[in-house]
């Protein structure tokens, strides 16, 4: 399993959400990403979280800088809506898209991507809100429902090319409650493709579950405020019997 670390960026800085909403405000999303590479980190994922609100990216420059000190693969989603959006963001250093609301309005975007830079570097980003029993898939930052079952999305990114899911919970997100296990194990029998949980990392007990059903956690909350270290949580890991890297930094 791989440990992620996830930046939600807004302008030049970090920001943190509970449940998409209240932005606060942490400093600068460089010096963190540095840190964690530092601290032994297997991914960076960085989201611009109103990118999509605006209809832009913003965070070339940004990408830049955090690939020429950070040599672990980077994600990079939001307000990329063409493949030229694509071909921009990776040209700047990242290793991979995330897609999200512009997958949804022009679902052959993902196709596009996959064809153009291989299924490797395209992710599909759900963000998803639980709708009676299921969860429905949310776009343009969590405010517009879709209307999506997301079982149903997922299969039908993956079977366009996607080579990836990352699986946010707007319910569970920045609560520090866990993540939501229902959600991942919906999703791990119809996936053929690594799945990434994100929303709700409180403590190191969260892992243990949410491990049997994903590929990858990403995590923000519990290393901005310093509430658990990279070496905590794989030293945790290995003594559950969850297969993560060696550690070394």
């Known amino acids: ?16 959400s509970v449940q998409l909403e209240g932005l606060r405000t942490l400093g600068s999303p460089e010096d963190f990403a540095c840190k964690y590479y530092q601290e032994g980190i297997d991914e960076i994922l960085l989201m611009d979280a109103v990118a999509s609100l605006y209809g832009r990216n913003s965070l070339d420059s940004l990408i830049s800088q955090i690939a020429d000190n ?8 939001g307000g990329i809506r063409t493949l030229d959006d694509a071909r921009r963001i990776l040209r700047s250093g990242a290793d991979k898209v995330a897609v999200n609301t512009g997958a949804v309005r022009n679902p052959e975007l ?3 991507i996959s064809e153009t830079f291989g299924s490797q570097a395209t992710v599909l ?19 517009e429902k879709t209307g999506l079952n997301v079982v149903e999305w997922a ?13 946010t ?19 791990f029998p119809i996936s053929e493709v690594p799945i990434i949980a994100s929303g709700g990392m409180g403590r190191l007990e969260d892992i243990e579950e949410v491990s049997r059903y994903t590929d990858a956690i990403a995590i923000a909350d519990f290393f901005h405020y310093n509430r658990g270290s990279i070496e905590e949580i794989f030293s945790y890991s290995s003594s559950k019997g969850i ?7």
């Open 125 to 143: 980003s759900i963000d998803c809100k639980r709708l009676g029993d299921g969860w429905e898939v949310l776009i343009e930052t969590g405010r």
């Open 70 to 77: 950070v040599f672990v693969p980077i994600t990079v989603g």
């Open 169 to 187: 919970s707007v319910d569970n997100e920045g609560t520090r409650k866990g993540f939501d296990v229902g959600l991942m194990k919906a999703l």
């Open 155 to 167: 299969k039908q990114g993956v079977d366009l090319g996607a080579g990836e899911l990352l699986i």
């Open 243 to 249: 297969k993560v890297r060696d550690y070394a930094i």
């Open 110 to 112: 993902i196709k596009e």
């Open 1 to 16: 399993m791989r440990i992620i670390s996830r930046l939600d960026i807004k302008g030049i800085n970090l920001i943190k």
